[in-house]
């Protein structure tokens, strides 16, 4: 059964910090490189970081030095620490395998990240 659920998701100020989680079923998830996109009204859905399974990590030059990825292969989780949030961080974040297809892919729910003062 293949599944993807994230949460973790609300709303905070600017400046402030949160932090997303995912919990994947499914083996191909263990195994891939998985990764958080986010997708904001109007806008297309973009990756903004990534980690192998060996833990090797890419971030999009936007979320650099205030966003970390991190993965629990036993728990088959991936998280997203988010600090130093701005409001253009503002979106739905879903987390999948790198690369996924917007619509040809299974995608979760996603979880709401507004950043507002």
């Known amino acids: 059964q293949v599944q993807l659920v994230e949460s973790g998701g609300g709303s905070v100020q600017p400046g402030g910090s949160l932090r997303l989680s995912c919990t994947a079923s499914?083996?191909?998830?263990?195994?891939?490189?998985m990764g958080w996109y986010r997708q904001a009204p109007g806008k297309q859905r973009e990756l903004v970081t990534s980690i192998s399974y060996g833990g090797s990590t890419n971030y999009a030059d936007s979320v650099k030095g205030r966003f970390t990825i991190s993965r629990d292969g036993a728990k088959n989780t991936v998280y997203l620490q988010m600090n130093s949030l701005k409001p253009e961080d503002t979106a739905v974040y879903y987390c999948?395998?790198?690369?996924?297809?917007?619509?040809?892919?299974?995608w979760g729910q996603g979880t709401q990240v507004t950043v507002a003062s």
């Open positions: 499914g083996m191909m998830y263990r195994i891939s490189t």
């Open positions: 999948n395998k790198v690369p996924s297809s917007k619509d040809n892919d299974y």
